[in-house]
T-cell receptor, first 115, second 112 residues
């Protein structure tokens, strides 16, 4: 019940295309869903995050879509660029007084954007 | 600049030896975490600490130990009991009760 399942494992997109990565969770107590971007040999960095009170959040070319009833959320990268080539992780966590800040990560998606 | 510093970047260890990975932060964060990253498996939590002198086991704590004597520091020791220690280790911190985690650049440990 603590798992977050992420797909696909790898993704190849042409420059200018849309990249879509999906995640699903089971624990309905999760209430914070971030996406992290990681370049080779580096630590992950927060890209964008959403809470369940909204169904969509957009920051520049990056959009999170959230479906609370289906317990799914996805990352859309519009107008994908070669510089977006990286590994993307979805994650889930719980806020509130008992929050420890622990993040449960998906397995990761390696995105390659071809020029 | 504020951030998280992990050292060394690369570490080689002989089988049977303990090794300690360093993690220092100057973000004034209360909470610190250690994650292990293996190809295709995402990040898995080893240990976390929400306050000085206190820490909790994560999902894969066996073969690891930590200490939290100072707010800024959270070293991880990989002991000889860890059967498969070769991995990329990531340290992170967050404001206690908050959820945004900031990561260091990682230490790649290789057992030779």
């Amino acid at each position: 019940q603590q798992q977050v399942k992420q797909s696909p494992q790898s993704l190849i997109v042409q420059k200018g295309g849309i990249s879509i990565i999906n995640c699903a969770y089971e624990n309905t107590a999760f209430d914070y869903f971030p996406w992290y971007q990681q370049f080779p040999g580096k630590g992950p960095a927060l890209l964008i995050a959403i809470r369940p009170d909204v169904s969509e959040k957009k920051e520049g070319r990056f959009t999170i879509s959230f479906n609370k009833s289906a317990k799914q959320f996805s990352l859309h990268i519009m107008d994908s660029q070669p510089g977006d080539s990286a590994t993307y992780f979805c994650a889930a966590s719980m806020e509130g007084s008992s929050n420890t800040g622990k993040l449960i990560f998906g397995q990761g998606t390696t995105l390659q954007v071809k020029p | 600049d504020g951030g998280i510093t992990q050292s060394p970047k690369y570490l080689f260890r002989k089988e049977g030896q303990n090794v300690t990975l360093s993690c220092e932060q100057n973000l004034n964060h209360d909470a610190m975490y250690w994650y292990r990253q293996d190809p295709g498996q995402g990040l898995r939590l080893i240990y976390y600490s929400q306050i000085v002198n206190d820490f909790q086991k994560g999902d894969i704590a066996e073969g690891y130990s930590v200490s939290r004597e100072k707010k800024e520091s959270f070293p991880l020791t990989v002991t000889s009991a860890q059967k498969n220690p070769t991995a990329f280790y990531l340290c992170a911190s967050s404001i206690n009760g908050g959820t945004e985690a900031f990561f260091g650049q990682g230490t790649r440990l290789t057992v030779v």
